[in-house]
């Protein structure tokens, strides 16, 4: 046995070093297609086929790229372990022994990882694998090459219990199903909440003999909060169960685990299948919530997934369906091999060995790196932190109302969102009862007492008297300390000293106190206690200042905070003739200013600090009883006399709350012309900072709105080319923030980034942190990371080193000039123009006359769809300009034709095309108006001819369906009149089962087609409809002979 490993050591040794001398580094990808079980194959989710597409293509990405590897390529053995162990092993030994490897991709399984990891160990050798998150293998003392992506099973109980935390609740049963793809999640989640003492009642690992009623009756015997590990289906079994037995009224909570949306293996988690069941399922899962991997919505995403499906296609032969969601484990498969070349290319550039698969390891533990979905961070034991997500059912569908980041080790809110809790409660229900699950924390019971009465009436007589007095100490003394705090925050008017500045100084100070958006009256400098600070003057009712109970204890609040990079609140003044608040004051002016002045050279060391100054004032803001800023800017960053960087302008919100203008506002005269431009043009510049969805009016402040701000101003740090700088641009302020708010192209509007000026890795941070979807920027933790590593900054407080090197910049500082701009806004467009192109006719009308416009049912309306077949590979074939042209063509061939009949015109979505009627005015031959504007259609599209393509013709596939709908306008910004229903669901479906060139109709739109005796119909017969089941649909054929066509217009 010795000689035999020593013959594997040697052997291995010597390929490695022959290894190491070549320009060709070969990795070993070990995953599998299928799991052989006695009962036949099982399909994993971890399928190579599709997940190991992202591996080769990370792959070929670091072959295209000239910073890694330069001068070596990477190369790939591709094997199918069978997720056996013997398998897997025998081929990682005939793989080493036959070819020189420089380290392992996969396993995947946690059966073949382990003695693959154990080989590994002692060849040194790194293993860099997707999955492999067996608890067991979380000893890196014993596995040192291994690094995890997916992170421990462990990671899920982390999620579960920040939830529990959460919510206050310390007890849950547990139940699942006995595979081992539902039990390694389960059980990481009992061992972490037992190491944490919390309570887990009972742990059931169902068997195919259990009663899953007497299972779910004994797991709620002694919990109110039950966590389901299995498929689907099973969920919504248990569910029922649970809803039979009165379990879903509002005292129990379910939570459930899906690793991501994959029916054929997971299971369908709807509660909508095709049974009678329907009406019971959805009101039980009112009380169920899905835990998930997390998975961004960005367009980085999505163009990843398009390419794993073709990739797969090409190399595994394998198909993605349609509704198929692309596997996250393949995101996660390209981050493994993506950071593995990291590591090599570290490892190479200092000269060390790149087959040291313990030096490897190191290198990536303890780091965050930019994955293809997000920032991917590895802890010290080189275990990935993984993100979650927690969804809710809310009105039928999965709403996304939490996440789970595993740097921060925290469960959040999703911002804007209220989580409906099971019996239609806002706050969560406790974990167990009052008196305890066997009335064991209420021993003594007044009910059972002959004296009973007597102890109740005197109870209730007595406690109320106490109540009262210990309630009116507390107060009294709460209100002595809020009195006596706010007065330590008050001045007196005689010590503050106005001083009397030239314009340019006072422009500079007022840099330095509030926002460039104040008024400059309201703010210059003052001289309290020989020290000088800016001056923010209030308003004034007679001889004192107004300041509301609330405002008071905000002003105390602000006075105690205290951090280096935010300007300090010194107190506030409510006598006159200096009723205002006092602020420090920053010598060398605004962030901006510095920026634009040209004479002021700042090398990268410089920007590096001033960028941590603001995400370190930033963060405290976060953490703070603020916990965001609101208005962030970088005029709202002033700059010391030693350099330093100091957020202000942040609080007070009720004394500095402006009316929200309208850059539409009219203008009456000559004098108030100019006014008003100049108004409207500094408040337009004002927002170029703000968030897309605070200039939606979705929400007023939030720390995600701060970060998208913070990406503006890293935008002006880098390039200096001021806010929001588009190059070859003259939008004015107005149009930007109207293209910010709007996204009209559909792509979201941003700055130009120019990479040769930028460091490499910042443009990443830039797009992550200004992304349209608040939930997709990263918090002011992991920027901070992201910061110091990219900058490779070792000192958090390295400004001390630049004083002397920045000195001689002091003069030119006090002398800067801001250019005075005047921009004309456009003429004023007139809204009721815009209104009655977004909306229908009366609703514009009643949103016109101030009127509000309340959501409405119709019992019966007809809901059009179409979409042009093959429309996918004509854009492919196509340029953008010619596939514009063509819709443009098309649609507007359609406008002219619903013109002449009682039809509103939804929406277009891509090829699509949308149309109602019977709403929102009523009327009673919608389905005839429907049917006849759709064979208009199709005879127009007959003779319809695309300019680029003159010898194609355009395939129409239509859908129409009659029912129930719900109709409203949704939103302020940007208005929506908008469909909502089943009924828009099943037309929709409809025109996707139809065929090219026909008219696929259900049957409620056959009976209303049929009592008009005007139509021509063929029966289809029945069709398997996805989530409808089984339904009779027809063709509509045309119009019967001799029957005269009548306008319903």
């Known amino acids: ?100 490897y420089s380290g392992f991709i996969g396993p995947t399984c946690s059966q073949v990882c382990r003695p693959v990891a154990n080989l590994a160990a002692y060849w040194n050798l790194p293993v860099f694998t997707p999955l492999c998150n067996a608890i067991s293998m979380h000893d890196k003392d014993h596995f040192s090459t291994l690094v995890r992506f997916f992170g421990p099973a462990i990671t899920w109980g982390s999620f579960y219990v920040g939830i529990c935390r959460r919510f206050g609740w310390n007890r849950f049963a547990v139940v699942s199903h006995w595979d081992i793809g539902w039990t390694i999640p389960a059980n990481g989640i009992v061992e972490y909440s037992e190491e944490l003492n919390m309570t887990v009642s009972s742990y059931h690992v169902l068997s195919q003999d259990d009663s899953l009623e007497n299972v779910l009756t004994q797991a709620t015997r002694h919990a109110r909060i039950i966590l389901l590990s299995g498929p689907g289906a099973l969920i919504r079994r248990l569910m029922l169960i649970a809803h039979d037995l009165g379990l879903t009224g509002g005292d129990h909570v379910f939570f459930c685990l899906r690793y991501f949306r994959h029916d054929e293996i997971f299971g369908n988690f709807s509660w909508r299948t095709g049974d009678s069941r329907h009406a019971d399922a959805r009101e ?93 961070t590895l802890d010290a034991n080189g275990d990935r932190e993984t993100n979650y997500m927690m969804y809710s059912f809310q009105d039928g569908h999965m709403k996304a109302v939490g996440y789970y980041f595993g740097h921060s080790g925290e469960y959040e809110d999703v911002p804007g969102t209220t989580i409906r809790w099971p019996g239609g409660g806002l706050t969560p229900p406790p974990d167990m009862p009052y008196c305890g699950f066997d009335e064991e924390k209420c021993p003594f019971d007044l009910r059972h007492s002959r004296y009973g009465p007597i102890y109740t009436l005197g109870l209730a007589l007595i406690l109320p008297v106490i109540f009262l007095l210990v309630g009116y ?93 935010l300007a300090r609140i010194v107190g506030a003044c409510l006598e006159a003739p200096n009723c205002c608040v006092l602020i420090d004051h920053c010598s060398k002016g ?115 709105a701060d970060v998208y701000s913070f990406a503006l101003i890293l935008h002006e740090i880098a390039f200096r080319r001021g806010v929001f700088y588009q190059e070859g641009s003259q939008l004015s302020p107005k149009d930007i923030i109207t ?191 429907i049917a006849r504007m759709s064979l208009e259609m199709l005879k127009a599209v007959q003779t319809f001819r695309i300019r680029h393509r003159t010898s194609e013709q355009l395939k129409l596939r239509i859908g129409i369906h009659t029912g129930p709908c719900a109709a409203g306008v949704v939103g302020r910004k940007m208005p929506r009149y908008c469909l909502f229903g089943d009924t828009v669901n099943t037309a929709s479906r409809m025109e996707t089962y139809g065929m090219a060139l026909r008219i696929h109709v259900s049957e409620t739109t056959y009976q209303a087609l049929c009592q008009t005796e005007r139509f021509q119909l063929e029966s289809r017969g029945e069709m398997d409809i996805k989530g409808k089941g089984p339904l009779r649909t027809y063709w509509l054929l045309g119009e019967k002979d001799g029957i005269v066509q009548e306008s319903f217009v």
């Open 1 to 100: 046995m010795a000689s035999w490993k020593a013959a594997i050591t040697t052997t291995a040794f010597l390929l490695v070093l022959g290894g190491g001398k070549s320009e060709e580094y070969r990795v070993l990808i070990m995953m599998t297609t299928t799991r052989h079980d006695a009962d036949g194959d099982v399909e994993l989710y971890f399928s190579a086929k599709r997940m190991a597409a992202g591996a080769i293509m990370a792959i070929d990405a670091v072959n295209n790229d000239p910073n890694l590897l330069s001068g070596h390529v990477l190369k790939y053995t591709y094997v199918d372990t069978e997720c056996d162990p013997v398998q897997g092993t025998g081929q990682a030994l005939e793989n080493i022994f036959n070819g020189s």
């Open 284 to 376: 039980a899962f009112k009380s169920l919530f899905v835990l998930s991997l997390y998975r961004p919505g960005n367009d980085v995403s999505r163009t990843f997934s398009r390419d794993v499906r073709r990739r797969s296609r090409e190399t595994f032969s394998y198909e993605f369906h349609p509704d198929e969601e692309v596997s996250v484990m393949a995101a996660i498969a390209y981050d493994t091999v993506h950071i593995y070349a990291h590591a090599l290319n570290e490892t190479l550039a200092f000269g060390e060995d790149p087959y040291d698969g313990r030096r490897l390891a190191e290198r990536v533990r303890n780091r965050t790196f930019e994955g293809v979905q997000g920032w991917v």
């Open 473 to 565: 100490t507390i107060y009294h003394r709460h209100t002595m300390e809020k009195k006596l705090a706010f007065k330590s925050c008050q001045l007196r008017s005689q010590d503050i000293i106005p001083i009397r500045t030239s314009s340019t100084s006072s422009k500079n100070s007022l840099s330095a106190g509030l926002s460039v958006g104040q008024e400059n009256s309201s703010c210059r400098l003052a001289e309290y206690k020989n020290t000088v600070y800016v001056m923010k003057e209030l308003r004034v009712d007679g001889n004192r200042a107004t300041m509301k109970r609330g405002t008071q204890k905000e002003l105390t609040q602000l006075c105690e905070l205290n951090h280096p990079n």
């Open 739 to 929: 293209r910010v708010a709007l996204s009209l192209s559909g792509v979201p509007f941003r700055p130009t980034i120019l990479e040769e000026d930028c460091p490499t890795g910042l443009s990443s941070l830039m797009k992550q942190c200004w992304a349209e979807t608040p939930e997709e920027r990263p918090d002011c933790k992991v920027i901070g990371a992201v910061v110091r590593r990219i900058s490779g900054m070792k000192s958090e407080n390295i400004l001390d080193n630049l004083l002397a090197r920045m000195e001689h910049y002091a003069d030119n500082l006090e002398s800067l000039v801001q250019e005075k701009t005047a921009q004309v806004l456009d003429e004023k467009k007139r809204a009721e123009d815009l209104l009655e192109r977004l909306l229908p006719r009366t609703v514009a009308n009643q949103l016109k006359h101030g009127g509000t416009v309340l959501p409405e049912t119709y019992d019966s309306v007809t809901v059009f769809f179409s979409d042009i077949v093959g429309f996918t590979a004509m854009s492919a074939a196509s340029s953008p300009m010619e596939v514009v042209d063509m819709l443009n063509d098309l649609y507007t061939c359609f406008d002219d034709i619903i013109g002449h009949y009682d039809v509103y015109k939804v929406e277009t979505i891509g090829d699509a095309y949308v149309v109602v009627s019977g709403l929102p005015e009523r009327n009673s031959n919608h389905a005839a108006e």
């Open 590 to 704: 605004s962030l901006q200013d510095i920026l634009k002045n040209a004479s002021i050279k700042l090398d990268w060391t410089f920007r590096w600090s001033l960028i941590m100054d603001i995400v370190k004032g930033m963060e405290y803001l976060h953490n703070s009883f603020l916990k965001c800023h609101g208005s962030l800017k970088s005029t709202n960053c002033v700059v010391d006399s030693r350099f330093v960087v100091k957020i202000t302008d942040f609080g007070l919100w009720r004394l500095r709350k402006k009316r929200r203008i309208s850059l539409e506002e009219p203008k009456f005269d000559a004098l108030h012309l100019n006014n008003n431009a100049v108004t409207l043009l500094k408040y337009a510049q004002d927002q170029l900072w703000m968030a897309p969805e605070v200039l939606r009016g979705g929400t007023e402040r939030s720390q995600k």
